[in-house]
């Protein structure tokens, strides 16, 4: 039985497939949405602390991880952060800058997903919730058969719609697998692979990374302390806090170097990045020669953290009793302080997942794969991940307006 005649079929009602369906739409396409949770961009009201950090003012191409660097460059140029700021106006959303090109919403990240839902209804998109892909079938002569059934997936109790639709385009907006409380899944990667897609390996990124053994112990009772540091992870390095937690270390530092860290490699922190540490020591031992170690430290660290960085590696004395060698070998070792993690907290708290369809196989001006005609990734499925911050939505709208564009 043929289906309804559509030309664009967006899956996926998150970030990219709103920004994919309402530029679609805006240029006259039949398009239609189809999300199996029971409503649209549950992450991007989660986001920000439900203030969404909808883009960064400061976004380039090296803000983002993937196999192939130069894929994300095309998009990201032709749907630049004040595009969006310009929507954001136009709605009248007020927002912020936080810190670092960071722009937040003043009241709620709701506003922002009401505005792609306003947009979209302007454009004449039709979005069906709750509703989930049965199936899916090229057409001999181009386009996909896709069948609809009511979904009870990410808070739906199937009241979605079952549907037969034939679409000249198929876009893939699935997002990845981080979150699956929220509705994420691997379809995505599913149908890429059946498609004929090579994938990336997929894993959790923007993520709290555990500790485990005498690693742990070492920092087990000083959860919620937080320091400010620079951590690294062979070139990458990130200057923000770092916060102790029951199971390992979180904070936005830890948060951007675990998209550069996996098992087995080195990572290290600066506890001191703002301070020669250094000439600051000989300082103190000079002006308070009677003052104790964590007397000292306990000015640039919290207490607690002062109190075990003496307790547990170097003593606490009077300043005068360290030997001239001795300081600058604490020194040294705050500037280099070895972190042996035993793995992340994984897709359950993750912001991100790195890897996902290899975008060599994927058009970079219009996001169309290279394997199927009428076949297009959007967002988070691709092997495009960016640092915290508001990158990945920027990269979500982008490479929406993208496929939007040409579809
Ligand atoms: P997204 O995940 O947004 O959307 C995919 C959609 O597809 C979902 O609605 C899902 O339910 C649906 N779906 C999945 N499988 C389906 C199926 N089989 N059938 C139908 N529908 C299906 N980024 C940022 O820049 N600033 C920030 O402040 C934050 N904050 C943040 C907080 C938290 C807690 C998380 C988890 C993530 C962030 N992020 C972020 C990351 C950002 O949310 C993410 O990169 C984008 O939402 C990705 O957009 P997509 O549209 O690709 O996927």
Same mark, same amino acid.
């Given at each position: ?24 739409? #805006? ?7 189809? +999300? ?47 595009? @969006?700021?310009? %929507? ?15 722009? &937040? ?9 009401? %505005? /792609?839902?306003? +947009? ?17 079938? #090229? ?14 997936? *990410? ?9 037969? &639709? ?17 509705? #994420?899944? *691997? &379809? ?17 990124? /923007? ?30 390095? &990130? ?36 301070? !020669? ?12 020669? !009677? ?9 640039? @660290?919290?207490? $607690?953290?002062?109190? $075990?960085?003496?307790?547990?590696? @170097? ?51 219009? %996001? ?8 297009? @990734?959007?967002?988070?499925?691709? !092997? ?15 490479? *929406? ?7």
């Amino acid at each position: 039985m043929a289906g309804e005649d559509i030309d664009v079929l967006v899956i996926g009602g998150g970030a990219a497939g709103l920004m994919c369906a309402l530029t679609a739409g #805006a240029r006259g396409r039949r398009v239609r949405v189809i +999300e199996h949770a029971n409503r649209c961009g549950k992450k991007i009201l989660m986001s920000g602390g439900g203030r969404c950090n909808f883009t960064n003012t400061g976004t380039t191409p090296a803000n983002f991880l993937s196999a192939n660097p130069h894929f994300c460059k095309s998009a990201l140029a032709r749907y630049r952060p004040d595009d @969006f700021i310009a %929507m954001v106006d136009a709605h009248r959303i007020g927002w912020h800058e936080k810190e670092l090109g960071q722009l &937040f919403c003043d009241e709620s990240s709701k506003r922002i997903v009401a %505005m /792609l839902l306003e +947009e979209n209804r302007r454009a004449g998109v039709r979005i069906h919730t709750a509703t989930a892909v049965a199936g899916i079938d #090229a057409l001999p002569g181009g386009g996909f058969r896709v069948h609809s059934e009511p979904s009870h997936a *990410g808070g739906s109790r199937g009241e979605g719609i079952a549907a037969t &639709f034939d679409a000249a385009a198929l876009v893939v907006a699935t997002g990845g697998l981080s979150i699956p409380s929220l509705g #994420a899944t *691997g &379809f995505g990667y599913e149908l890429a692979r059946r498609f004929g897609h090579t994938l990336v390996p997929t894993r959790a990124g /923007l993520v709290p990374l555990t500790l485990s053994g005498k690693h742990q112990e070492h920092y087990a009772d000083l959860a919620g302390v937080a320091v400010h540091v620079s951590a690294r992870c062979g070139k990458a390095r &990130f200057d923000n806090a770092m916060l102790v937690t029951h199971r390992g270390l979180s904070g936005p530092a830890i948060l951007q170097i675990s998209n550069y860290w996996e098992p087995g490699r080195e990572l290290w922190l600066d506890l001191l990045p703002e301070l !020669d540490a250094e000439a600051w020591l000989l300082h103190r031992q000079q002006e308070h020669p !009677d003052a104790l170690l964590q007397t000292a430290l306990a000015d640039v @660290f919290p207490k $607690r953290f002062a109190q $075990r960085l003496c307790d547990q590696w @170097f003593g606490n004395r009077p300043l005068r009793q360290y030997t001239h060698r001795q300081l600058p070998e604490i020194a040294a070792k705050l500037a280099h302080w070895p972190i042996t993690a035993s793995g992340t907290e994984g897709y359950r708290t993750a912001e991100v997942t790195l890897g996902g369809v290899d975008t060599r196989e994927i058009s970079s001006s219009t %996001m169309a794969s290279k394997k199927q005609p009428g076949l297009y @990734f959007v967002g988070e499925v691709l !092997d495009v991940t960016g640092w915290l911050g508001g990158y990945n939505f920027q990269w979500a709208w982008a490479s *929406g307006r993208a496929a939007g564009e040409a579809v």
